[in-house]
């Protein structure tokens, strides 16, 4: 029983110092923010801190990892009837609206690149692995999957930080619709 405590307590902990960055990120942003401002939001000690996290790119990253989880939660509770590069973004676009704070801390501009970079790197690994089974022309594709993932990915991660720049002034099925209207006819040719 004293385990179960203590792991509640070690995620209480976490949990705040991850909200507390979140908060500072939003009103300073990433590069302004330091452990000293997360000790003294989540009103722990130094120590505490050090206990948990290595350095403040530690922590940042571990906010990454919750967003992740929940995207994936999201993406797998999604009926698998489309498998298309832009249903994919949809849920992304979806998830981003239902995670707003999450998202603008991370992915927006006051997050800076690092949370981007991984986000990049997870996506296009995600979507390579999606568009080599995709492809018809196995032998000698055009354009190699990973080239494709990547553009894809760098393109969609260009709109989503706009969007959440600009206090979303579409709706996410809106955005992703833009999305396809301007990526879909180079993919498919690609692809067929």
Same mark, same amino acid.
């Not at 009103?27 to 350095?55: C, L, M, P, W």
């Not at 995709?134 to 354009?143: A, E, F, I």
């Not at 393109?155 to 099925?173: G, I, Q, V």
């Given at each position: 029983?004293?385990?179960?405590?203590?792991?509640?307590?070690? $995620? *209480?902990? *976490?949990? +705040?110092? $991850?909200?507390?960055?979140?908060?500072?990120?939003? %009103?300073?942003?990433? @590069?302004?923010? =330091?452990?000293?401002?997360?000790?003294?939001?989540?009103?722990?000690?130094?120590?505490?801190?050090?206990?948990?996290?290595?350095?403040? @790119?530690? +922590?940042?990253?571990? @906010?990454? @990892?919750?967003?992740?989880?929940?995207? %994936?939660?999201?993406? +797998?509770?999604?009926?698998?009837?489309?498998?298309?590069?832009?249903?994919?973004?949809?849920?992304?676009?979806?998830?981003?609206?239902?995670? +707003?704070?999450?998202?603008?801390?991370?992915?927006?501009?006051?997050?800076?690149?690092?949370?981007?970079?991984?986000?990049? =790197?997870?996506?296009?690994?995600?979507?390579? =692995?999606?568009?080599? $089974?995709?492809?018809?022309?196995?032998?000698?594709?055009?354009?190699?999957?990973?080239?494709?993932?990547?553009?894809?990915?760098?393109?969609?991660?260009?709109?989503? =930080?706009?969007?959440?720049?600009?206090?979303?002034?579409?709706?996410?099925?809106?955005?992703? %619709?833009?999305?396809? $209207?301007?990526?879909?006819?180079?993919? %498919?040719?690609?692809?067929?």
């Amino acid at each position: 029983m004293p385990e179960k405590n203590e792991d509640r307590r070690i $995620q *209480r902990t *976490r949990k +705040l110092l $991850q909200d507390a960055l979140l908060a500072l990120i939003l %009103e300073k942003g990433y @590069e302004d923010v =330091t452990v000293q401002d997360v000790i003294d939001r989540a009103n722990v000690g130094r120590s505490t801190f050090y206990a948990h996290f290595q350095d403040k @790119e530690s +922590l940042f990253l571990s @906010e990454f @990892e919750t967003m992740r989880t929940l995207f %994936e939660r999201h993406l +797998l509770s999604q009926p698998a009837t489309d498998t298309s590069p832009w249903s994919l973004s949809l849920v992304i676009f979806k998830h981003a609206q239902d995670n +707003l704070q999450l998202y603008t801390a991370l992915a927006g501009k006051q997050g800076g690149s690092l949370a981007l970079t991984h986000l990049q =790197t997870y996506l296009s690994a995600l979507l390579r =692995t999606h568009l080599k $089974q995709q492809s018809t022309k196995k032998d000698n594709p055009p354009v190699p999957p990973e080239i494709l993932a990547h553009y894809l990915v760098s393109a969609f991660m260009s709109l989503l =930080t706009w969007w959440l720049d600009n206090n979303r002034p579409y709706s996410a099925e809106r955005m992703n %619709e833009m999305f396809r $209207q301007l990526t879909q006819p180079g993919v %498919e040719s690609i692809l067929q």
